[in-house]
């Protein structure tokens, strides 16, 4: 059965700092993983998908690594501003499954 | 396009008493997707349709819960009897393509059931 976890599951940085969350899975039979961003009271914002033929996928200053046989993804955020506080989830969708299945989240808050 | 949209935002109900709740997807898009997200178990894939068909339902906790897509543009997930525990907040979400596309979500329905 996949299960992903993220670490840490709570991140307090201030304004400015470049930082890594980090996703590991159990199973690396996956056709993708994707970021999401989850603000309080609100649905969730894709960021970034990443194909399991794919290393890494960049969109500002967020980048996104996959490491498919470690069963390992890393989101980088440069630069990081308030706005930038929310959690974080990173998700995989399995073969022969189609159902995407979550972490439990990273929650960061950026402060000035 | 508007994005996913749910009805109603907050749901308060009585335990016993049935509760709806509505998901219009993206326009286009053949995959609907309803979730369940709570503290304690994060969140959950209920059940998603195909081209308005039921896919794959595992994830439905109990025979009190339903869901319908009686047409490509709306959809809903119906609780009855409502109990305490399935307080939660529940999310649609809809995508192109299951394995190439990102899924887009909806704002949620913040159900309490009291």
């Known amino acids: 059965k996949q299960e992903v976890t993220q670490i840490p599951a709570a991140l307090s940085v201030p304004e400015g700092e470049n930082l890594v969350l980090n996703c590991s899975f159990t199973d690396s039979a996956i056709y993708n993983l994707q970021w999401f961003r989850q603000d309080p009271g609100k649905g969730l914002t894709s960021l970034l998908l990443?194909?399991?033929?794919?290393r890494e996928q960049t969109s500002g200053r967020l980048n996104a690594s996959l490491d498919k046989s470690s069963g390992r993804s890393t989101l980088y955020i440069a630069a990081s501003q308030p706005g930038d506080s929310a959690t974080y989830l990173c998700?995989?969708?399995?073969?022969?499954?189609?159902?995407?299945?979550f972490g439990t989240g990273t929650r960061l808050q950026v402060f000035p | 396009d508007a994005g996913v949209i749910q009805s109603p935002r907050h749901e308060v109900t009585e335990m016993g008493q049935e509760v709806t709740l509505r998901c219009k997807p993206i326009?286009?898009?053949?995959?609907l997707f309803w979730y369940r997200q709570t503290m304690m178990r994060g969140l959950e894939l209920l059940i998603y349709?195909?081209?308005?068909?039921?896919?794959?339902d595992s994830g439905m906790p109990e025979d009190r819960f339903s869901a319908k897509m009686p047409n490509a543009s709306f959809s809903t997930l119906k609780i009855q009897p409502s109990e305490p525990r399935d307080s939660a907040v529940y999310f649609c979400a809809s995508t192109l393509g299951l394995r190439t596309d990102t899924q887009y979500f909806g704002p949620g329905t913040r159900l309490t059931v009291l």
């Open positions: 998700a995989v969708t399995p073969y022969n499954t189609d159902k995407l299945i």
């Open positions: 326009s286009g898009h053949d995959y």
């Open positions: 349709f195909n081209n308005n068909v039921p896919i794959d």
């Open positions: 990443i194909q399991s033929s794919q």
